[in-house]
């Protein structure tokens, strides 16, 4: 099969390392893969070489004409059996260029419960019929667009975002180590969060909540916490840690490519998020059996199911008392669920089952 991946851009989110992920996959088990995007840099890309990236090149609305022209001669030149398009931009665009060049088969997928204002759900709603499936990745997401009028209800799938269990899973060789390098004790605690310093992510109440935490734990009880991640709100992150006195207690990381070890080594991890579709670093981090806590916002309660700690969403003080209490859990209890979300993850969220759903919609 002749699979072209089409996607917003290649930036070092979750939906664009769903997308790496399922390219990788796909040419693994015999499939012609490309991936295109609309624009930017490329943050992430496939392991196999042999995947090209095609760079479309719709920076504005003055370069659209460009972009639907190489959009089309890829698709002259590759002949995909599957369009599978990410995010809104690349939705949209896929679908509006079906009317000019037709196609054999559209999936497009969104990845979060909210996708932006009135005008992008409009354009989701009147664009709608150009595509042959139209999926999210949570039952809480797809709810949502069918609530928006972003899809008649009942004309949207959910399909889950799915966790490679061989790169994410708990590894305590790199324990001592990574601690190390990170400059904590070996009796203190880590909190981990992941993801881009970007609004949706609510960093804010994150520290407002760690700030609240250190005024009850106190000298070496209080864990120190780690956001790795960049974005356009990393000054002011930074102003809000000093303003709160907190410099030698959070730590922004910037961008990681060990995420993986980082989870592996937190002995907790703390989404923040006012929205989310899936929850993709929280389904990677009970994985990595890492214990959670988050915020309940889009997928993350279908992600987590009975384990961790779920608060309400922009509420630092329901924020600092989860924290305060899975501190205070006994280890015992803390593995336990720890396993139990382990267990969630390879029944539920595996890369493996992930792939095996999408062969079947692209084979309908």
């Known amino acids: 099969m ?8 290649l930036g070092g989110g979750g939906a664009e390392r769903v997308v790496v992920d399922l390219a990788d996959q796909m040419y693994m088990q015999g499939h012609q893969v490309k991936i295109a995007y609309l624009k930017g840099n490329v943050v992430l890309k496939p392991e196999h070489d ?12 003055t370069s659209s004409l460009t972009a639907f022209r190489r959009y089309h001669t890829l698709l002259n030149r590759f002949s995909p059996d599957v369009v599978h398009a990410h995010m809104v931009h690349a939705n949209i665009f896929a679908r509006l260029s079906r009317i000019f060049k037709p196609i054999n088969k559209l999936i497009c997928t969104a990845h979060s419960n909210n ?26 997401a797809a709810e949502n667009f069918e609530h928006l009028g972003a899809v008649p209800v009942g004309e949207i799938l959910t399909v889950y975002n799915g966790i490679d269990l061989q790169k994410f899973k708990y590894r305590p060789d790199l324990n001592s180590q990574l601690r190390e390098q990170l400059s904590v004790m070996p009796e203190q605690k880590i909190i981990l969060a992941v993801g881009r310093l970007h609004e949706a992510k609510d960093y804010p109440n994150l520290i407002r909540s760690f700030h609240t935490l250190k005024s009850i734990v106190e000298g070496a009880q209080l864990p120190k916490l780690f956001i790795a991640g960049d974005g356009e709100q990393h000054k002011a992150l ?32 703390v989404l923040s998020s006012s929205f989310e579709g899936f929850g993709l670093v929280v389904a990677e981090a009970m994985a990595c059996e890492t214990f959670v806590i988050a915020t309940d916002c889009g997928g993350v309660r279908e992600v987590m199911g009975d384990t961790g700690i779920l608060v309400p969403t922009a509420n630092s003080h329901a924020l600092a008392n989860a924290l305060l209490s899975a ?25 493996d089952g992930s792939v ?5 919609i692209y084979a309908s």
């Open 50 to 61: 042999a995947i090209e990236l095609i760079y479309l090149g719709l920076e504005s609305l």
């Open 2 to 9: 002749r699979i072209l991946f089409l996607i917003t851009g």
């Open 238 to 269: 930074l102003q809000l840690i000093e303003d709160y006195q907190l410099q030698h207690d959070i730590h922004l990381l910037g961008r990681r490519d060990d995420i993986e070890q980082l989870m592996s080594v937190a002995d907790y991890f």
């Open 115 to 140: 996708e932006g204002g009135k005008l992008r759900m409009l354009a989701y709603r009147y664009t709608h019929s150009w595509a042959d499936v139209t999926t999210n990745v949570s039952m809480a």
């Open 356 to 360: 095996q759903k999408w062969l079947e």
């Open 327 to 351: 501190l205070s859990l006994a280890q015992n209890l803390i593995d336990e669920n720890n396993l139990r979300a382990r267990q969630r993850v390879e029944k539920m969220f595996s890369l």
